[in-house]
C-alpha cells in the first residue's frame, strides 16, 4: 500500500513537498517514487529512488528543480519540488515498482510499464 500526502496550490517559483509512506512490502525492494497526468498529455515518470542500490531517476524536465529523497527508517520517500512551473500541473501518483524490473526496462529508466503498486493521486496545481 502506497499512501501519498502533500500538493496543493503554489504559484510559479514556489515549492512544495509530496510524501509517499509504503507498507504491505519489503521497502528494500522495489523503487518508489512519482509518475505524474496532465489533462491532455502522456503520463509521465517523474522521480524515483532506490536507496538499497543508490540508484535514482529524474525527468529531463525536472532535473535541477525536484529532488527525491529516501527515509527507510518510515519507509517513506519524499518529493521536494522547487521552482515550480505552470507545466508541473498534474496529478502525482505514488508508485513502486521491484528492482527485478525497475533498473534495465522499468521506472528507473524513466518507463512505467512494469509498476507493481499505485497509491491515490494527489494534485499539484502551479499558477502562472
Known amino acids: 500500500q502506497l499512501q501519498a500526502s502533500g500538493g496543493g496550490l503554489v504559484q510559479a517559483g514556489g515549492s512544495l513537498r509530496l510524501s509517499c509512506a509504503a507498507s504491505g512490502f519489503t521497502f528494500d525492494d522495489y523503487a518508489i517514487g512519482w509518475v505524474r497526468q496532465a489533462p491532455g498529455k502522456e503520463r509521465e515518470v517523474v522521480s524515483f529512488?532506490?536507496?538499497?542500490?543508490?540508484?535514482?531517476y529524474y525527468a529531463d524536465s525536472v532535473k535541477g528543480r525536484f529532488t527525491i529523497s529516501s527515509d527507510n527508517s518510515q519507509n517513506t520517500v519524499h518529493l521536494e519540488m522547487n521552482f515550480l512551473e505552470p507545466e508541473d500541473t498534474a496529478v502525482y501518483y505514488c508508485?513502486?515498482?521491484?528492482?527485478?524490473?525497475?533498473?534495465?526496462?522499468?521506472?528507473?529508466?524513466?518507463?512505467?510499464?512494469?509498476?507493481?503498486?499505485w497509491g491515490q493521486g494527489t494534485q499539484v496545481t502551479v499558477s502562472s
Open positions: 508508485a513502486a515498482e521491484n528492482l527485478g524490473t525497475a533498473q534495465a526496462v522499468g521506472v528507473l529508466a524513466g518507463l512505467d510499464l512494469s509498476i507493481d503498486y
Open positions: 529512488i532506490s536507496s538499497a542500490i543508490s540508484s535514482t
